[in-house]
């Protein structure tokens, strides 16, 4: 039983090798380009995101800016209190244009559903945080983060 298998085995490992290259054009090639059965392939994979727009408003007062250091690069972490309660999806956006000033330069965003100021200041502060690597912190001498009544800077 045993010589049975292992001879079964080794000439369908022998046989599936032999399949090589053929003189004829393949299935894709007979298709052709033009086929509109066929779906056309994008250089984009299935799992990368889309580029969005992010709907975020800006954050209403920054209230502590931290660069908190760490082997290969640090941590900015910034906390503020938005306008109204029950902020999420809170982040670090780059300003476009200011790498030209040395003062790396990012804005506070967070999506707000409108609505009443009933709650605290608890319910509406946020906190985010970004990681910086030092080659990428290397050009810029002080980091800037804007929120929509003010903006906090720290030198490095």
């Known amino acids: 039983m045993f010589?049975?298998?292992s001879v079964v085995m080794i000439s369908a490992l022998a046989l599936a090798g032999c399949g090589?290259?053929?003189?004829a054009p393949s299935v894709s090639a007979e298709t052709g380009v033009n086929n509109p059965l066929i779906p056309q392939r994008s250089a984009v994979s299935f799992f990368t995101k889309k580029d969005e727009v992010y709907p975020g408003q800006p954050v209403g007062v920054i209230t502590e800016?931290?660069?908190?250091?760490?082997?290969?690069g640090a941590i900015l972490r910034v906390t503020g209190v938005a306008d109204y309660p029950g902020p999420f999806d809170v982040r670090l956006v780059p300003v476009e244009g200011s790498e030209d000033t040395g003062t790396?330069?990012?804005?506070?965003?967070?999506?707000q559903l409108p609505?009443?100021?009933?709650?605290?200041?608890l319910a509406r502060t946020v906190t985010a945080g970004l990681w910086?690597?030092?080659?990428?912190?290397?050009?810029?001498r002080?980091?800037?983060?804007?929120?929509?009544r003010n903006a906090q800077s720290i030198s490095r």
């Open 65 to 72: 800016l931290l660069l908190e250091r760490r082997p290969g």
């Open 3 to 5: 010589k049975t298998v």
């Open 104 to 111: 790396l330069t990012f804005r506070l965003l967070a999506l």
């Open 142 to 148: 002080a980091l800037r983060v804007e929120g929509l």
């Open 132 to 140: 910086l690597s030092d080659k990428s912190l290397a050009p810029y």
């Open 20 to 23: 090589g290259q053929s003189e």
């Open 115 to 121: 609505g009443p100021r009933t709650g605290g200041e």
